[in-house]
């Protein structure tokens, strides 16, 4: 696939310990010395897993639970921010993995992606529709939003700090396409607003700024 | 839209609809491009896997209870069945094989089904099992021996977990602990739960109850907690209505309640 903004060779610098965060921290997973090893196989291990759960395994949706959990929570709280909906959002998305197991196809795409993607829709949608009410007060609040508020809030370890690099890559008003876009949960056309640009350059700072970050994390096409 | 612009117009929403910043009716009308473009399918899915990646810089730990909550409820929450194959696949072509696959495909939706629920109803007690193993803490022999003598009222959990309209709720007890109970109207019966309930001293226990139109009803005295987690207790007699109500009352227990209410849920 070519596109604009896309930069070849990428950079290959370990691209599947990047894409398993909790390969580093979570000690549960370094009992299989191989995924240890090879994060590459914890990523298939999660599909492997997911299987597993579609058939109704406890102790494998225990093991999914611990991979995909906090990274769940962590997206889930990032958009919605409300401690107590982000909880309940959270519930929902994990226990949804487990009714809809079944539906994960490995052919379209990562169960992290998989999860993730479910996991931030949901939140999304959460925001949304509590949105008409309070649309006012967000309008208020949105105003005040320091746009690298999340780029610094991204912690250091090595991953957050690969996903920090790649962010900071990023022109301005790319970055802040991304961040207003997907942690906290805004349409184009609301970024658009508050960037105080037509929707049609939103719309294409997006697409360029994920080709961007995507050529930099090293993910697979 | 014009037709000579419309897969650019589409392409460029690919970031858009990738973070899911993008209205329900754009939504739609994008899921409806993607569905002839291969290219824009796999253009979404490698930006997915990028977005993945910021979700999950952005992971922080679980809140306490989070993850006990997500298991007992998933052990009462049925799972979708994975798509029919059978179902699915194209009318056999005509051929010396044909008529065989037609008998086996046949043969083989008449087996699934019912083993498929027997295996179902199985798997739903012994989830329910876990998640009373999980909810209450029992990781040991001595437990065990606790189960089975509570074998009776485990049959009234289990009827209650499995329930179709089994629900599930939390409450923060006042003075300390959170309270969990799984309910069913259906079955007219709930199970109570509680981690971190403050102890009390001896000449005092926590009595459950059951307050409504039909009256305030002393459900139970709760066992003394076990490493934190008190229960499971079921209340029977369950009425649309009621609420559930926590006291700390005289060690004898009492029938009406005389001490401040430390929980208070709408059923």
């Known amino acids: 696939m070519t596109a604009p903004g896309s930069h070849r060779p990428r950079p290959q610098t370990h691209p599947a310990s990047a894409r398993n965060p909790a390969s580093a921290r979570n000690p549960a997973s370094a009992r299989n010395t191989d995924s240890a090893r090879n994060p590459a196989s914890e990523a298939s291990d999660l599909a492997a897993q997911l299987g597993l759960v579609a058939r109704g395994d406890g102790a494998a949706y225990d093991a999914v639970f611990e991979q995909v959990g906090p990274a769940v929570f962590g997206v889930v709280k990032r958009v919605i921010r409300d401690l107590a909906q982000s909880e309940e959002v959270t519930q929902e998305v994990l226990l949804e993995i487990w009714r809809n ?33 309070s649309d006012r007060e967000r309008r208020t609040a949105a105003a005040d939003i320091p ?61 360029d700024a994920l080709i961007r970050l995507r050529d930099c994390l090293g993910v697979d096409q | 839209m014009k037709a000579k612009t419309s897969n650019r117009d589409a392409h460029t929403l690919a970031g858009a609809y990738a973070m899911d910043a993008i209205s329900a009716p754009d939504r739609e009308q994008f899921e409806r491009h993607l569905a002839g473009c291969e290219e824009c399918a796999r ?92 909810v209450f803490g029992v990781t040991n022999g001595s437990m065990q021996q606790q189960l089975d003598q509570a074998q009776a009222s485990s049959q009234q959990i289990a009827v ?28 007219h019966a709930l199970v109570f739960t509680a981690q971190g309930l403050r102890e009390l001293p001896a000449s005092r226990g926590y009595e459950l109850w059951l307050i409504g139109p039909a009256g305030t009803r002393a459900v139970a005295m709760l066992p003394a907690g076990k490493g934190g987690m008190t229960g499971p207790v079921i209340a029977s007699g369950l009425r649309q209505g009621d609420h559930l109500a926590l006291t700390a009352e005289p060690a004898g227990g009492g029938t009406r309640p005389t001490a401040p209410m430390m929980l208070d849920i709408a059923l």
């Open chain 1, 101 to 133: 197991a079944a539906k994960f196809d490995a052919t379209r795409g990562s169960a992290t992606a998989w999860v993730m993607t479910l996991a931030h829709r949901r939140a999304v949608d959460r925001v949304r529709s509590v949105q008409k009410e």
């Open chain 1, 147 to 207: 746009y690298d508020e999340v780029v610094e809030a991204v912690e250091s370890s090595l991953e957050r700090e690969r996903v920090r690099r790649c962010l900071n890559s990023l022109t301005e008003v790319q970055r802040e396409s991304v961040t207003l876009a997907y942690y906290r949960g805004y349409t184009y056309g609301q970024v658009a607003s508050l960037l105080g640009v037509p929707t049609g350059t939103v719309k294409t700072r997006m697409r």
């Open chain 2, 43 to 134: 253009e979404i899915a490698s930006l997915r896997e990028t977005t993945a990646m910021l979700g999950t810089a952005a992971a922080e730990p679980l809140p306490a209870g989070l993850k006990e909550r997500v298991m007992a409820a998933a052990a009462v929450t049925r799972q979708q069945p994975p798509p029919d194959q059978a179902e699915a696949e194209p009318e056999p072509e005509a051929g010396p094989n044909a008529r065989r696959h037609q008998a086996t495909a046949k043969w083989l939706r008449s087996l699934a089904w019912p083993n498929r629920l027997a295996l179902g109803a199985a798997a739903a007690v012994a989830a329910a099992v876990v998640a009373i193993a999980v």
């Open chain 2, 160 to 187: 209650v977990l499995t329930a179709k309209d089994a629900h599930m709720m939390t409450g923060a007890v006042a003075g300390g602990g959170t309270a969990t109970i799984v309910m069913s109207h259906a079955r």
